[in-house]
């Protein structure tokens, strides 16, 4: 069964820093999928965040992370994190992984999502 599960999320003080894991269960490697994270804030739309290659090598980021989160991944453990530092209250969003066998793709082309984890920042 696909599945992926998030997880790190919470209420948070502007400044802090948090780290959100996604285990992944695919119907192929972890290693052949490319992943993203996304967030949906109230009210609004889905939006990129970040995404990494296959072996980690390749990220890129949604220009609003301006060098404040780092997306990684560990193939062995099937898990792609996102490290956010010096969260800012315009963070607070549901934050999901996606997975997809090519890396780069549109949000609308990503395979399978998980359902998310809340991150909630206070000023």
């Known amino acids: 069964q696909v599945q992926l599960v998030e997880s790190g999320g919470g209420l948070m003080q502007a400044g802090d820093s948090v780290r959100l894991s996604c285990v992944a269960s695919l119907d192929k490697p972890f290693s052949d999928y490319g992943m993203g994270w996304f967030r949906q804030a109230p009210g609004e739309k889905r939006v990129f965040v970040a995404a990494?290659?296959?072996?980690?090598?390749?990220?890129y980021y949604g220009d609003f992370v301006k060098g404040r989160f780092t997306i990684s991944r560990d193939n062995a453990k099937n898990t792609v994190y996102l490290q956010m530092n010096n969260l800012r209250p315009e963070d607070t969003a549901v934050y999901y992984c996606?997975?997809?066998?090519?890396?780069?793709?549109?949000?609308?082309?990503?395979?399978?999502w998980g359902q998310g984890t809340q991150v909630t920042v206070s000023s």
């Open positions: 996606a997975a997809d066998s090519y890396f780069g793709s549109p949000q609308r082309d990503y395979e399978f």
């Open positions: 990494i290659s296959w072996s980690g090598s390749t990220t």
